[in-house]
């Protein structure tokens, strides 16, 4: 598993898990340029790092593992800055509580299939999720940094974020309770 650390996918994420405290910091001081370029970075690395490992046959069982993280930790980063220093534009609560319950139902499943050995398995609504929440992320940066109101865009990219949200929980509870025999 050492040796997939220098997959170029693997790398990429990597670069993700270690950008998210330094563009949380930039928010945090206010430095919204070169918090807004490192978010966007991590999702740019996000999509490019997945499109290779699947083109290139580059996928490994580290980089299943490390990729979720690195979107979970980068999408967090943001979240908690905004609430913390209490931005003028920040994600609604029920947002906020939609991402929590979904990744409380994946650890959970994460810890109830490690037994068995098994990943939950993204599901696309789950992958939809993550990139609506990467988008409403950038949006709120570029609000508090130019301080333009882009209500319209950002509750419309909230909206499908929280009914993907949503909808992943579901499915990724349903894929659990029939893999534990109890849906059909």
């Known amino acids: 598993m050492l040796r997939q650390l ?15 405290i330094p563009a949380a910091y930039c928010l945090y001081i206010g430095y919204f340029p070169c918090a807004f370029f490192l978010y966007l970075s991590g999702i740019f690395t996000d ?6 490992a ?18 979970k930790l980068l ?6 800055v905004l609430y913390c220093k209490g931005f003028p534009y920040q994600p609604s609560k029920v947002l906020v509580l939609s991402f929590l319950l979904k ?24 992958k939809m999720a993550t990139t609506f929440l990467f988008f409403d992320g950038l949006i709120l940066l570029y609000e508090n940094w130019s301080g333009i109101n882009l209500k319209v865009i950002q509750q419309t990219v909230e909206f499908l974020a929280i009914i993907s949200l949503l909808e992943a929980t579901i499915l990724y509870i349903k894929e659990g309770l029939s893999k534990l025999g109890k849906l059909p």
């Open 6 to 20: 220098g997959y170029i996918p693997n790398l990429l994420t990597i670069y993700r898990l270690t950008i998210a």
């Open 47 to 52: 999509f490019l790092d997945g499109f290779i």
């Open 54 to 71: 699947r083109k290139f046959k580059m996928e490994t069982k580290l980089g299943i593992i490390l990729d979720p993280i690195a979107d």
């Open 75 to 80: 999408i967090l980063s943001y979240i908690v």
């Open 103 to 126: 990744e409380f139902t994946v650890i959970l499943g994460f810890l109830l299939f490690l037994r068995k050995r098994e990943v939950p398995k993204p599901n696309l609504f789950g």
